[in-house]
C-alpha cells in the first residue's frame, strides 16, 4: 500500500473513530453538532499526516468479519477485566492493612506481530494494578505488578497474559 493510500485510510479510521467516540449527533431533536464534526475532521487529518508510520499492519487485512468479531469479544473481556481490576485494586486500597506484594515479573508471550505485542502490553497497561514496562524483541515483557501471586515466568504468564493473548492471537496475527 503506498503512502498516499495509508494516509486515506488511516484518515477515515480515525474520522469514524472520532464519530463513534464523540457522537455529535442528538436523536431526540434532530440535531448534528457541526462543530464536532469539524473538530473531528481536523484531528484525523492531521493523525493522517502525522502519523502514517505508525500503521504497521495492511488495513485490508482486518476488514475480514471474523476478525471484527474476535476484536469486538476481545473488546468485551478487556472491558470486564478492567472492571474487576479496579475492585481489587479499590479493595487493596481501602483495606486496612493493604495487602499488596508490589513487584515487576517476567511473563513471556506467543505472539510475533508488533501490532499484537503492543495491544497485548496496553492491555495489560489499562487493567489497574499491572503496568507493562518494558517489550523485548524475544517476546518477553516485564510487568509491574501490584500483587504479585508467582515470579515463576510461566504462571506470572498464566495470571497475566492468557486472558488477551488468544484473542489478540485471533485479530492480530
Given at each position: 500500500?503506498?503512502d ?10 480515525t474520522y469514524?473513530l472520532?464519530?463513534?467516540?464523540t457522537?455529535p ?6 440535531r ?21 508510520e ?7 487485512r ?8 474476535w ?9 470486564w ?6 475492585f ?7 483495606h ?5 506484594r ?11 506481530s ?7 502490553a ?5 487493567t ?7 517489550a523485548?524483541?524475544d ?13 515463576d515466568?510461566?504462571?506470572a ?9 488468544g ?7
Amino acid at each position: 500500500m503506498n503512502d498516499t493510500m495509508k494516509r486515506v485510510v488511516l484518515f477515515i479510521v480515525t474520522y469514524v473513530l472520532w464519530i463513534f467516540l464523540t457522537w455529535p449527533f442528538d436523536l431526540a431533536f434532530s440535531r448534528v453538532y457541526v462543530q464536532d464534526l469539524l473538530v473531528g475532521l481536523v484531528v484525523a487529518l492531521v493523525v493522517a499526516v502525522v502519523m502514517k508510520e505508525v500503521v504497521t499492519e495492511p488495513f485490508s487485512r482486518f476488514i475480514n468479519p471474523l476478525r471484527l468479531f474476535w476484536f469486538i469479544l476481545y473488546l468485551l473481556i478487556l472491558a470486564w477485566d478492567i472492571l474487576k481490576a479496579n475492585f481489587d485494586v479499590a479493595y487493596r486500597v481501602l483495606h486496612p492493612d493493604m495487602p499488596i506484594r508490589p513487584g515487576v515479573v517476567k511473563v513471556k508471550t506467543k505472539l510475533t506481530s508488533a501490532s499484537g505485542i503492543s495491544v497485548l502490553a496496553n492491555s495489560i497497561t489499562l487493567t489497574p494494578g499491572t503496568l507493562t514496562v518494558e517489550a523485548t524483541k524475544d517476546g518477553y515483557l516485564y510487568v509491574h505488578w501490584i500483587n504479585i501471586k508467582s515470579t515463576d515466568i510461566e504462571e506470572a504468564t498464566k495470571h497475566i497474559v492468557s486472558r488477551f493473548e488468544g484473542l489478540i492471537m485471533k485479530v492480530f496475527e
